[in-house]
T-cell receptor, first 112, second 113 residues
């Protein structure tokens, strides 16, 4: 079993839809959870950063972590064509280990 | 604008040639990283450096070397390029500390023929 599993999609939704992106993981030591957005031919950019179980909201974006189920989600409300990108989940242990483990990314297209 | 710059943006290289990908950050981050991104395989860590003067191996280090002579620069060298090293290469940096996350450069597209 891979450490991080992410459905690669592609996912296509109409503008205004609510989007749900998900990752599961197997390593109980992961404590920090991130979502990166990557536009075509660009580098990944940090979108959301969470620690511990629960929800974190930033504008139209909500990150959710369920450590008991080893499951994280990113919700996008009122999706826009500008949200069309690949979304990568990433996670890491605590302590001095800086290594990030990435999911393979989900390609999202929001159609006007 | 503060951030990470990478050079070149893209490169076509003959197999067997030596190539150095450059990465410079102006955020004074202690840690720097090199990843490669391949379709279906995602981002994989090649090498990293927690601070100037130290380096470490990531998930896929074979065929690559790095150096970290100062805080700002972290070049990645392919000593003798092979076609399997065709990929998009991303440099990233972060402050040290368990809560700090990584910020990525724009990438270098490398094709080895």
């Amino acid at each position: 079993q891979k450490e991080v599993e992410q459905d690669p999609g592609p996912l296509s939704v109409p503008e205004g839809a609510i989007v749900s992106l998900n990752c599961t993981y197997s390593n109980s030591a992961f404590q920090y959870f991130m979502w990166y957005r990557q536009y075509s031919r660009k580098g990944p950019e940090l979108l959301m950063y969470t620690y511990s179980s629960g929800n974190k909201e930033d504008g139209r974006f909500t990150a959710q972590v369920d450590k008991s189920s080893k499951y994280i989600s990113l919700f996008i409300r009122d999706s826009q064509p500008s949200d069309s990108a690949t979304y990568l989940c990433a996670m890491k242990n605590g302590g001095s280990n800086y290594k990030l483990t990435f999911g393979k990314g989900t390609l999202l297209t929001v159609n006007p | 604008i503060a951030g990470i710059t990478q050079a070149p943006t893209s490169q076509i290289l003959a197999a067997g040639r030596r190539m150095t990908l450059r990465c410079t950050q102006d955020m004074r981050h202690n840690a720097m990283y090199w990843y490669r991104q391949d379709l279906g395989l995602g981002l994989r860590l090649i090498h990293y450096s927690n601070t100037a003067g130290t380096t470490g191996k990531g998930e896929v280090p074979d065929g690559y070397s790095v150096s970290r002579a100062n805080t700002d620069d972290f070049p990645l060298t392919l000593a003798s390029a092979v076609p399997s090293q065709t990929s998009v290469y991303f440099c990233a940096s972060s402050e040290t500390g368990s809560t700090d996350t990584q910020y990525f450069g724009p990438g270098t597209r490398l094709t080895v023929l």
